[in-house]
């Protein structure tokens, strides 16, 4: 049974983190943009840290983890400032998209179209 866990356990990380490593590429392959594919980190990340702390609060209850409110607010705070941010402080698609294809040309200075 000890193996059962275990495995389970580190398949979900593996796919976990081959999926985080390749979203950008898999979501571009169903018509998303970098930015749009981008994007799509940010409500995995809220989800992540919500559920991180509602099964802390569920495994240890709430008087164990009664010194970590101001830790734990914060730590849901952090991830949406910076959606805020990136929500605000937008780069259009065409920039990024140039930037992309000049990597792609290996010539730092040129723009192909």
């Known amino acids: 049974m000890f193996w059962a866990v275990?495995?389970?356990?580190a398949a979900?990380?593996?796919?976990?983190?081959?999926?985080a490593f390749?979203?950008?590429s898999l979501l571009g392959e169903r018509g998303l943009s970098p930015v749009q594919a981008a994007a799509n980190f940010?409500?995995?990340t809220g989800a992540?840290?919500?559920?991180?702390?509602?099964?802390?609060?569920l495994a240890f209850g709430r008087e164990?983890?009664?010194?970590?409110?101001?830790?734990?607010?914060l730590l849901l705070a952090v991830p949406l400032a910076a959606a805020?941010?990136?929500v605000t402080a937008r780069v259009p698609d065409d920039v990024l998209r140039r930037?992309?294809?000049c990597r792609l040309a290996n010539e730092p200075g040129t723009i192909t179209s």
Not at 48 to 57: E, L, N, R, S, Y
């Open 99 to 101: 930037r992309v294809q």
């Open 64 to 73: 164990r983890l009664g010194g970590y409110g101001p830790t734990l607010t």
């Open 22 to 24: 390749h979203q950008i």
């Open 42 to 44: 940010v409500p995995q």
């Open 48 to 57: 992540a840290i919500t559920a991180t702390v509602a099964m802390g609060v």
């Open 84 to 86: 805020l941010t990136a």
């Open 6 to 9: 275990t495995a389970a356990v």
């Open 12 to 19: 979900s990380g593996m796919v976990t983190t081959g999926l």
